[in-house]
């Protein structure tokens, strides 16, 4: 077991992930803007992107390069760094670093050897688009990005189609179409809310079924895709239902009181289930 304090006065070395805005700049959080002015290096998805980011800012960092193709090699050089007590910010594109972004490999790196790790918070898709999608909230999958081969991104969703809580999908402006057509094919039509241009002047949230959106083409911006989770009740035969009274009348449950409980469950009528259980 390790326990690793993320907060000692001038904790170096330390990474930092810092959540970045997802589209309007102003929702950088003060705290993420000081850390990133405090930071030794700045390790980003794109150092184009964050290049434009951060001198909008005002912050003169040193970049290097992290991303999907370059994870292990990168990990090993941040790690270098960490051995030299320098501090290190990690920052994707936008939003949040791992989710569906790289930087997995160095946090359990970083894990495996001690070093602390801190997240400094800040917006993230998946969430503005689920708690504004009218979906239910109580329980949550997020998926992020399904596959890019359509093969595989069909067994995605049959291994999905099953679960019963609210699903959040990424999906880019190119493929939305095929996307929404293959769940249509394997999901149903479920309800769904697609939103795009999150915090951004044309930011909208489209709400309505699989099949009306099927209809809609040339949506641009990047997309959050709320799917409704599987609601369709499983059908249980009587014969499983009066199993379940016997097993508790086994155990000294009054075959009334044992009828009432399991009606409740399968919103039976518990009279009938008792006349039933009678005749047996």
Do not use: W
């Not at 791992?98 to 490999?105: K, N, V």
């Not at 009306?212 to 959050?224: A, C, I, P, Q, W």
Request: glycine share 6%.
């Amino acid at each position: 077991m390790k326990r690793i304090s993320s907060y000692q006065k001038n904790s170096k070395p330390i990474v930092y992930l810092v959540a970045t805005p997802i589209g309007n700049l102003s929702e950088i959080s003060g705290r993420a803007l000081d850390i990133l002015k405090s930071v030794d290096v700045i390790a980003c998805e794109d150092t184009r992107n964050s290049g434009i980011l951060l001198k909008h800012f005002g912050i003169d960092k040193k970049l290097i390069a992290y991303h999907n193709f370059n994870e292990e090699e990168s990990t090993r050089g941040i790690i270098s760094l960490l051995e030299e007590e320098k501090s290190i910010a990690l920052i994707t594109d936008a939003g949040y670093p791992l989710l569906s972004d790289p930087g997995f490999e160095l946090v359990h790196k970083c894990r495996e050897l001690g070093y602390p790790v801190s997240t400094i918070s800040g917006p993230n898709a998946g969430l503005n688009a689920l708690v504004a999608s009218g979906m239910n909230t109580t329980h949550f999958y997020f998926y992020g990005f399904l596959s890019s081969k359509p093969s595989a991104a069909r067994k995605e969703l049959e291994d999905l189609k099953s679960f019963k809580d609210t699903i959040i999908f990424y999906e880019a402006p190119h493929r939305i179409e095929k996307t929404i057509e293959l769940m249509y094919e394997v999901l149903g039509d479920r309800n769904v809310t697609l939103a795009r241009e999150l915090t951004k002047i044309h930011e909208e949230y489209i709400c309505g079924t699989l099949s009306e959106l099927k209809e809609l083409h040339d949506l641009k911006g990047e997309m959050v895709v709320i799917v409704e989770g599987n609601n369709e009740k499983e059908e249980t035969s009587m014969d499983d239902v009066m199993k379940e009274i016997e097993e508790l009348v086994k155990v000294n449950v009054k075959a009334k009181d044992a009828c009432g409980i399991v009606a409740k469950k399968y919103d039976l009528s518990k009279n009938e289930l008792y006349a039933l259980y009678l005749k047996k």
